[in-house]
Every structure is written in structure tokens, then in C-alpha cells.
T-cell receptor
Framework: DAGVIQSPRHEVTEMGQEVTLRCKPI?????LFWYRQTMMRGLELLIY????????DSGMPEDRFSAKMPNASFSTLKIQPSEPRDSAVYFC?????????????FGPGTRLTVL | AQTVTQSQPEMSVQEAETVTLSCTYD???????LFWYKQPPSRQMILVIR??????QNATENRFSVNFQKAAKSFSLKISDSQLGDAAMYFC?????????????FGKGTKLSVKP
């Protein structure tokens, strides 16, 4: 299995631009999670989906952030407009379900730099 | 709200020696899961070990073991016979049994260096 795939691995953009991060979960996994990692705040859950439906988006910092999961094999996290404080590593993770013992498998992350 | 605290930003260990990473957490729940994740320089998050709160026996995975003290809300990770490949950031994480089952709450991490 290829594991969780994220693209791009690195993204550099200018303030005000739209940024779209992509994630392909492991085949057969029906839960998907988006995390953000910064030095100041560590790893934070932004939003998660179960069976393509958003379950909890309370971690999404602002309306500038949006996430979609149009099908079981693809999810996007969009930031519009982007700001320098959005610079972080964004991780996508997937699991076989929401049970607390289901291991979450993480992708390699996307390092976003907003100038 | 649940919180996870790792009080050691950095730790160092000699190769082949043993090191213990500390983690404390705060919760009012009685049933939950605790995890240790490893993040090497490649940034990949890798699950090292997990512990179910209702199990008194400490989890063990090869050279990795935990000391789970439920009353003290402490969950430390012991790495025995440390290897150069163990050098990484280690994150302690918590998730509760019910409610927001998908919400992994992470500590700030401990950077482990292994000296040859």
C-alpha cells in the first residue's frame, strides 16, 4: 500500500493567494483527518471526516479555511486568502474508523510557506 | 478540556542506553487511549505504542514500553537499547472513548538525540 499521499510536499505562496492542499487516504479507510503543525502550537486537529462527511470542524481557525471530501479517495484543504501566519506543516491522516483504538496513519505532510 | 503536557523539550541518550520520556495529561474521562508517536526528520508520523486506559498492564512493543499511572495521569515512554534510528521528535497523544472519538490531542513533543 502506498500509504497516505499528500501533495504538494512543499508550497510557497504570497499573502492573499489561494492555496489548495490535497490528500489521498489509504484505500479502505473511511476516516480522514487534517492536522496543522507549528512550533508555537504543536499539532492541532483542524477537521475530520467519516464516510466523506465532516464530523467536527471546530479546529478550523477561520472562515478562510475550508475542507472537502468529495469521495472516499480524495480530500482538499483550501486556504483563501492565505496569510503569513498560516505557514505550517499540514498533515493528512486516515484510519479505518473513528473508534478510539483505530490507528491513524499519517501522510508525509505539506510544508506551506506564505510570504 | 483535555490537555497533554510533555515537560522535556529535548532529551539525549547514549547509544545502547535507556531513556524515559515523560508525558502527563488532564482529563475527567475514565476511559480513553494514549499514544506515543515518533516523527523523524522525514516528518512522517509513526505510531510507536498505544495504551488503553482500562488496562492496567503496561503496553510493550519490542524495545519500547510505557509506564502508565492512571491515578497520576502519567504516561511515560521508555526506550531500551537506544539506537541511532530512534533519534526523532516524540509526541504523546490522547483520545477519549466517547464523544469526539476522532480527536487526537497531542503534546508539544520531545526531541530525542542519540549519541554514538
Amino acid at each position: 500500500d502506498a500509504g497516505v499521499i499528500q501533495s504538494p510536499r512543499h508550497e510557497v505562496t504570497e499573502m492573499g493567494q489561494e492555496v489548495t492542499l490535497r490528500c489521498k487516504p489509504i484505500s479502505g479507510h473511511n476516516s480522514l483527518f487534517w492536522y496543522r503543525q507549528t512550533m508555537m502550537r504543536g499539532l492541532e486537529l483542524l477537521i475530520y471526516f467519516n464516510n466523506n462527511v465532516p464530523i467536527d470542524d471546530s479546529g478550523m481557525p477561520e472562515d478562510r479555511f475550508s475542507a472537502k471530501m468529495p469521495n472516499a479517495s480524495f480530500s482538499t484543504l483550501k486556504i483563501q486568502p492565505s496569510e503569513p501566519r498560516d505557514s505550517a506543516v499540514y498533515f493528512c491522516a486516515s484510519s479505518t474508523g473513528l473508534a478510539r483504538d483505530n490507528e491513524q496513519f499519517f501522510g508525509p505532510g505539506t510544508r506551506l510557506t506564505v510570504l | 478540556a483535555q490537555t497533554v503536557t510533555q515537560s522535556q523539550p529535548e532529551m539525549s541518550v547514549q547509544e545502547a542506553e535507556t531513556v524515559t520520556l515523560s508525558c502527563t495529561y488532564d482529563t475527567s474521562e475514565s476511559d480513553y487511549y494514549l499514544f506515543w508517536y515518533k516523527q523523524p526528520p522525514s516528518r512522517q508520523m509513526i505510531l510507536v505504542i498505544r495504551q488503553e486506559a482500562y488496562k492496567q498492564q503496561n503496553a510493550t512493543e519490542n524495545r519500547f514500553s510505557v509506564n502508565f499511572q492512571k491515578a497520576a495521569k502519567s504516561f511515560s515512554l521508555k526506550i531500551s537499547d537506544s539506537q541511532l534510528g530512534d533519534a526523532a521528535m516524540y509526541f504523546c497523544a490522547y483520545t477519549e472513548y466517547g464523544g469526539s472519538q476522532g480527536n487526537l490531542i497531542f503534546g508539544k513533543g520531545t526531541k530525542l538525540s542519540v549519541k554514538p
